[in-house]
């Protein structure tokens, strides 16, 4: 089964260190396969506290494994290469793994893509998780 992981996640990563874990936002495209998209991110260093980084990240979707590299832009003081390798779940709405900085530290992450909404028409049957639901008009 295909899965398109198009769309925007909710993630966060943990370090293996003392550092607490961070959260992040993605906004992903998925062109058949190959993934583009951005992530932002808090900046742990900066002054004041609360700045978000962007990064880029590239990468590719074969079945239910996702790994991506996350590339920041070099004038916010972070130049290392983040890779992502994770598994998709069943209902293609979570991305567990782990991201790694070759050769540097790695450590577990966590994306969950929002319930997506869905616009009924008044009277138009829909399912839901296996239920049938009827919108009143």
Known sequence: MTHDLSGKWSGIFNYP???????????????????VGTVHEPNLYS???????????DGH????SVTFSKFYDASEGYDDMVV???TLNDEATEISGRWTIPGV??????????AAVVI??????????????????
Not at 105 to 114: C, N, Q, V
Not at 121 to 132: I, L, N
Request: charged share 25%; hydrophobic share 35%; aromatic share 6%.
């Open 105 to 114: 530290w790695s450590g577990t992450f966590l994306m969950i893509r929002p």
């Open 84 to 86: 992502y390798t994770g």
């Open 47 to 57: 002054n004041p506290p609360g700045a978000l980084i962007a990064a880029a990240i």
């Open 120 to 137: 009924v028409e008044a009277g138009e049957e829909v399912q839901a998780d296996g239920e049938h639901l009827q919108r009143g008009e």
């Open 17 to 35: 260190h003392t550092e607490p874990p961070t959260a992040f936002e993605a906004d992903i495209a998925d062109l058949g396969g190959s993934i």
């Open 61 to 64: 979707r074969d079945g239910r």
